[in-house]
């Protein structure tokens, strides 16, 4: 299996910040990696796919880059409703496998 | 735009089978892949298997293989998963997750499903 490994696993920033969080898989993946956004109680909400392209309506401040096995997910300028935790996935091979979360909390 | 609708919340004995589905509206059953995906209160999700886009087989998680069984009613459009020789580690919230006809990435999520295995 490609284990998905992110960091870090907790972060604490202010509104208006920038933030970055890391995704790594075990073997190359292309570019297809996607990541997700969830709030407590609440489905998964997809973000990007492809690692950079936006799903429809999500706001440009999320961004994603990458390939092969490193990859970022980048949020500028946060807003209130953006902590939450997000979670990476890789869809290149079965069994499709998702990073461990990263939790974004208000400082 | 697509939703998915789940079934509701269940509670079944150590040992029991569940079977959970999710009701496609705003689009027909056959544009998608359905995948299902499960996550423990607290954890991060787990893929249980799905559909392949590319030739329409149904693949599973070797985690889940031989215990879980995806099926599809196109007649009412809707997916089926279900789960069997239930156990306390089972006690998860289940999402069917779709994928749109042409692409590989998920797209849509239920609401998800509250399956809870208690003696």
């Known amino acids: 299996d490609i284990q998905m490994t992110q960091s870090p696993s907790s972060l604490s920033a202010s509104v208006g910040d920038r933030v970055t969080i890391t995704c790594r898989a075990s073997q190359g993946i292309s570019k297809s990696l996607a990541w997700f956004q969830q709030n407590p109680g609440k489905a998964p909400r997809s973000l990007i796919f492809?690692?950079?392209s936006l799903q429809s309506g999500v706001p440009s401040r999320f961004s994603g880059s990458g390939s092969g096995t490193d990859f970022t997910l980048t949020i500028s300028g946060l807003q209130p409703e953006d902590f939450a935790t997000y979670y990476c996935q890789q869809y290149n091979t079965y069994p499709l496998t998702f990073g461990g979360g990263t939790k974004l909390e208000i400082k | 735009q697509v939703q998915l609708v789940q079934s509701g919340a269940e509670v079944k004995k150590p040992g029991a089978s569940v079977k959970v589905s999710c009701k496609v509206s705003g689009d027909t059953l056959t544009e998608l892949s359905m995948h299902w995906v499960r996550q423990v209160p607290g954890k991060g999700p787990v893929w249980m298997g799905g559909l392949d886009p590319d030739d329409g087989e149904t693949v599973y998680a070797p985690k889940f293989q031989g215990r879980v069984t995806l099926t599809e009613d196109t007649s009412t459009d809707t997916a089926y998963m279900e789960l069997n020789s239930l156990t306390s580690e089972d006690t998860a919230v289940y999402y069917c997750?779709?994928?749109?006809?042409?692409?590989?990435?998920?797209?849509?999520w239920g609401q998800g499903t509250l399956v809870t295995v208690s003696s």
């Open positions: 492809a690692a950079s």
């Open positions: 997750v779709a994928i749109y006809s042409g692409s590989h990435e998920f797209d849509y």
